[in-house]
């Protein structure tokens, strides 16, 4: 069973058109994290929350948000996507922050029209 | 902040060969984690191994924290084994953040 879920799995929107990716947990863990992967790239970490405490990138773009509403859902906002945030954006959780693994979701890939 | 490094770049093998992949890093670390990254995306975890040795099937992973490295065994390939093999780790008092290698692409011919 899928323990970190994301939707959906493909998104497309327009140039400037705000857009929400949604991520949820049934794993109970504290942290949640969102990381961006371009293509053959590796992923890189945009921001994450520690419980309820928001922790940004310092070379993340103002351009995106995060909201975590509960312990289980976490959400990326775009609020005017570019042509170059297309990606494939991944959230992970883990237990806690330190010598925890992380899980990842199956990811969402972002198309901009 | 931290580097992480993977070798080879890029692998093709025959079915059923064996393969060893190499990460390296250039400060202490306390999580590492292989991922297989399939050709649809989904980022697979192999193995967590911040330190020793572990084993699942065919795959098997060691590393030598003192010594910065860790390595990927692959026995027995297999078609289904294609994609893209990372190791990511987190320094340590390096916060939360998981930083990825390079990458391995890796292709298992028929």
């Known amino acids: 069973d899928a323990m970190v879920i994301q939707n959906p799995r493909y998104q497309v929107t327009q140039f400037g058109k705000p857009v929400t990716l949604s991520c949820s947990q049934t794993?109970?863990?504290?942290?949640m994290y969102w990381y961006q992967q371009k293509s053959s790239q590796a992923p890189k970490l945009l921001f994450h929350?520690?419980?309820?405490?928001?922790?940004n990138e310092a070379d993340t773009p103002d351009n995106f948000q995060s909201r975590r509403p509960n312990t289980s859902f976490c959400f990326l906002d775009i609020r005017s996507p570019g042509l170059g945030d297309a990606a494939m954006y991944l959230c992970a959780t883990s237990r806690d922050s330190s010598y925890q693994p992380q899980h990842f979701g199956d990811g969402t890939r972002l198309s901009i029209l | 902040g931290i580097q992480v490094e993977q070798s080879p770049p890029d692998l093709i093998l025959q079915e059923g060969a064996n393969s060893t992949l190499r990460c390296n890093f250039s400060d202490s670390v306390n999580n590492l984690q292989w991922f297989h990254q399939n050709p649809w995306g989904q980022l697979i975890n192999l193995f967590y191994i911040p330190s020793g040795t572990k084993q699942n099937g065919r795959l098997s992973a060691t590393t030598v924290a003192t010594e910065r490295y860790s390595l990927l065994y692959i026995s027995s390939s297999q078609t289904t084994d294609s994609g893209v093999y990372f190791c990511?780790?987190?320094?340590?008092?390096?916060?939360?953040?998981?930083?990825f290698g390079t990458g391995t692409q890796l292709k298992v011919e028929l």
């Open positions: 929350y520690y419980d309820k405490d928001f922790n």
């Open positions: 990511a780790v987190r320094a340590t008092g390096g916060g939360n953040k998981l930083t």
């Open positions: 794993l109970n863990h504290n942290v």
